[in-house]
Nanobody
Framework: QVQLVDSGGGLVQAGGSLRLSCAAS????????MGWFRQAPGKEREFVAS????????YYAEAVKGRFTISRDNAKNTVYLQMNSLKPEDTAVYYC????????????WGQGTQVTVSS
């Protein structure tokens, strides 16, 4: 089992940047692939990005390719989402999630952090 706390959201203008962090605890962090999801008002939760257990493989939703970068630091038990060139349509609550052994079954979720992009 792993507990997740995500943070780093805020209010930015279009074209700006934010870096989200997700701190994990409870068991070996490298046992989990990690993902970021988001949910905008009135919309379903959608996949944003994921990273394999040791960082060698990443996936991105088409909407964020070239703008967002997912990374992890297993020594710090932390996964990050660097978001550049933000657009108003990126406005959402962002959640990190843990996928045990990279099986595409996300079992543990952070509480969410709000990202708001103006203009």
């Amino acid at each position: 089992q792993v507990q997740l706390v995500d943070s780093g959201g805020g209010l930015v203008q279009a074209g700006g940047s934010l870096r989200l962090s997700c701190a994990a605890s409870g068991r070996t962090f490298s046992d989990y692939a990690m993902g970021w999801f988001r949910q905008a008002p009135g919309k379903e939760r959608e996949f944003v990005a994921s990273i394999s257990r040791f960082g060698g493989i990443t996936y991105y939703a088409e909407a964020v390719k070239g703008r967002f970068t997912i990374s992890r630091d297993n020594a710090k038990n932390t996964v990050y989402l660097q978001m550049n060139s933000l657009k108003p349509e990126d406005t959402a609550v962002y959640y990190c999630a843990a996928d045990l052994y990279g099986g595409n079954r996300y079992e543990n979720w952070g509480q969410g952090t709000q990202v708001t992009v103006s203009s």
